[in-house]
């Protein structure tokens, strides 16, 4: 009796571990789910379905931003600089949902922004004002 709960348990812990692993977002902050460029609830936990798109916001530079992607096992895919608004496309393994391209085939389920001190990281890609 004593292996079968130590099996349940050890299964249960892989369940809970598995999905925050791939919920790398709630390391970051507080996430919050989109819906057409509109917030639709704040998600409270420590996972989310592969199905929503979600963003967290928080203060920093840069080097922040980054710091923040290789946190969540991102590498860049393409940066580009608008009006000093810095947007990164990256891809991280973590991240399990709909996969995006670029209109030059590379792909990409995470959306990073950095401007004045406000950075904001999005899956698979970021919505609403940021």
């Not at 393409?78 to 030059?104: F, H, W």
Request: proline share 4%; aromatic share 10%; net charge negative.
């Amino acid at each position: 009796m004593k292996k079968l709960y130590t099996a349940v348990i050890l299964f249960a812990a892989c369940l809970v571990f598995t999905a925050v692993w791939f919920s790398p977002l709630t390391e970051l902050g507080n996430p919050v789910s989109y819906e057409n460029n509109v917030p639709v609830g704040s998600l409270d936990g420590l996972c989310y379905s592969d199905a929503q798109t979600v963003r967290v916001d928080f203060f920093g530079c840069e080097n922040d931003m980054h710091e923040a992607l290789r946190r969540i096992c991102a590498r860049t895919v393409k940066s580009v600089e608008i009006d000093g608004m810095l947007i990164v496309y990256a891809y991280s393994p973590r991240v399990i949902c709909d996969v995006q391209k670029l209109s030059d085939g590379r792909e990409y389920n995470v959306m990073a922004a950095c401007s004045d001190g406000k950075i904001s990281i999005g899956t698979p890609i970021l919505q609403g004002c940021y």
